[in-house]
């Protein structure tokens, strides 16, 4: 499909890198699991970790969408489209977690990079999957934006955790 046609470096990039974050990131979720484990630990998991591995997840998904060979162009964004109202479902189940979870009290910047800014992105996502039939390239543009938002995002949600585990556990060995 002509629309789509130019996409396909880009997904392979993003999509390529979302698949090799998610390795990655187990890898350092098996390391950190050797650690003491404190209470509200679980909770916290929940509400920080997790969301990161979907959001990763969500990259390499919309990736596959994109790549995916289509009859027409709406087909895709129906698919989008759903992955951004899920997406969107999934942010208030997270702020909840945020909320209720003990272990850490969330600053400014989590709840920017955990909450506001992957809600924007799956926002994004079901907006262009609407807006698909008026403007098919500021759509897919739109599309491109937020799988790189979600992909940024999750990298900083990674890192943000890493060095969290290894600053404030680093007392405890």
Known sequence: MA?????????VIVGSSAGALI??????ITLIASRPVGAGTRQAGDAFATPTIVHFGAVLLLSAIINAPWQRLSSAAVV?????????????????RMRSQAAYKPE??????????????????????????????????????????L???????AWDAVTYHIFTNKGER
């Not at 951004?84 to 999934?90: E, H, P, T």
Request: charged residues 10%; proline residues 1%; hydrophobic residues 65%.
């Open 3 to 11: 629309a789509l046609a130019g996409w396909d470096n880009f997904y």
């Open 23 to 28: 390795g990655l990131q187990f890898v350092v």
């Open 80 to 96: 989008w489209g759903t992955v951004g109202l899920i997406g969107i479902l999934y942010e208030i189940a997270v702020l909840r």
């Open 108 to 149: 400014l910047e989590d709840w920017l990079c955990h909450v506001v800014l992957p809600l924007a992105a799956y926002a994004a996502l079901a907006a262009s999957a609407y807006a698909i039939r008026w403007d098919a390239s500021s759509s897919l543009f739109a599309v491109a934006g937020a799988a790189l938002l």
């Open 151 to 157: 992909l940024f995002v999750g990298i900083h949600n």
